[in-house]
């Protein structure tokens, strides 16, 4: 989608995993948008047989999102619907609630 829009080349990555892994996230992401790269990342789907009923902080399950900032431990997101805005999450929330099954991803430019 990115590079049909832009007419760049994009990249997908995976989401960290493990110790460090979030703040190599927050790195990652703060380096992307610092050289003014878009990111975009989709939400996991609800585990509807735990009982989750909705994601916290406002977010929609199976909805992308781009990523507009990352910094002091809290990453930034926004709606491309342009209403219902998420709040700020720390990167381990992204990674969990980015994640489905232990796989992760977003996409930006190379």
Do not use: C
């Amino acid at each position: 989608m990115l590079t049909q829009l832009t007419g760049e080349d994009s990249a997908v990555y995976p989401l960290p995993q493990g110790e460090g892994a979030s703040p190599a996230l927050e790195g990652h992401l703060q380096k992307q948008l610092a050289d003014k790269k878009p990111i975009v990342a989709g939400t996991r789907p609800l585990d509807e047989a735990a009982g989750e009923k909705a994601l916290p902080h406002k977010l929609m399950a199976g909805h992308a999102y781009e990523v507009v900032g990352a910094q002091d431990g809290m990453v930034h997101l926004r709606n491309p619907w342009n209403m219902r805005q998420p709040e700020a999450v720390k990167p381990e929330e992204f990674i969990d609630y980015f994640s489905y099954k232990g796989f992760g991803f977003y996409a930006t430019l190379t």
